[in-house]
């Protein structure tokens, strides 16, 4: 399936992440998860303790870290200078500061430049918020993920420890609100994208929708 690029987009929580890599392996096909990504350079200015309240601060350091993103779905591996990040980049504290970092062209010019390189000649799913939009905007399967924000949330609390629903659901809404509001490459449904609504649905049910998508579509 070389040339295949399946973008898959959607807000925080909508199933993004289990979707594509089912769909992925279910077709043998590469997955990048291009949160991960932002996720990662927010770690890493973290722990170089760059002000994240000041844009310029970051993007002054937006080339300095070293990505290198497995592609693999079963072990979709992310390092930092060489140093496996896949754990670290999923703390509260990363996810309450990705929305700032993210939101800074230098960080995006820079990640979307990495992200098409990986993408390549395509056999690969691509998961994140601009994917459809900026990242590929050729991209012959796009899909835009929703679920309602009492769905998201439930998901949300059920992956976490010494959480609650109504923390998540602040906690999504403010993540949200910040990535489809920003200036540069918001959170979007390309306009030839398919909407699919997993409120209802179950992971299985979902891949087996984006698999039939793929299959009218590419
Ligand atoms: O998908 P995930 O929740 O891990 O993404 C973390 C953050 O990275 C998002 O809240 C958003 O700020 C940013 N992001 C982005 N563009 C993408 C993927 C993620 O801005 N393509």
Redesign the pocket.
């Known amino acids: 399936m070389t040339g295949l690029v399946v973008a898959m987009d959607g807000p ?1 929580g909508s199933g ?2 289990s979707a594509s890599r089912g769909v992925a392996r279910a077709l043998g096909l590469r997955y990048l ?4 990504m ?2 990662a350079v927010t770690w890493w200015m973290l722990e170089q303790s760059v002000d994240l309240a000041d844009p310029q601060a970051i993007a002054a350091r937006a080339l300095d870290p070293v990505l290198t993103m497995g592609t693999d779905p079963d072990a979709p591996a992310v390092a930092v200078g060489g140093v496996d990040a896949a754990g670290p980049i999923r703390t509260s504290e990363v996810t309450a500061a ?2 700032a970092v ?1 939101a800074v062209p230098e960080v995006r010019r820079r990640l979307v430049a990495e992200q098409r390189e990986i993408i390549g000649v395509g056999g690969i799913v691509v ?5 459809g939009t900026v ?1 590929v905007p050729g991209a012959p399967v796009k899909i835009y993920l929703t679920a309602s924000a009492e769905a998201r949330a439930l998901r949300r609390t059920a992956e976490l420890v010494g959480t609650t629903v109504d923390v998540q659901k602040a906690a999504m809404a403010r ?1 949200d609100t ?2 489809s509001t920003r200036k540069i ?1 918001p959170l979007a449904m390309a306009a030839d994208a398919i909407e699919l609504d997993t409120t209802a649905l179950n992971l299985e049910e979902v891949i087996a929708e984006v698999l039939r998508v793929i299959k009218e579509k590419a």
């Open positions: 925080s993004k992440s998860d291009t949160g991960a932002y996720r990705v929305s993210s998961e994140g918020r601009d994917i990242v993540r910040l990535d490459d």
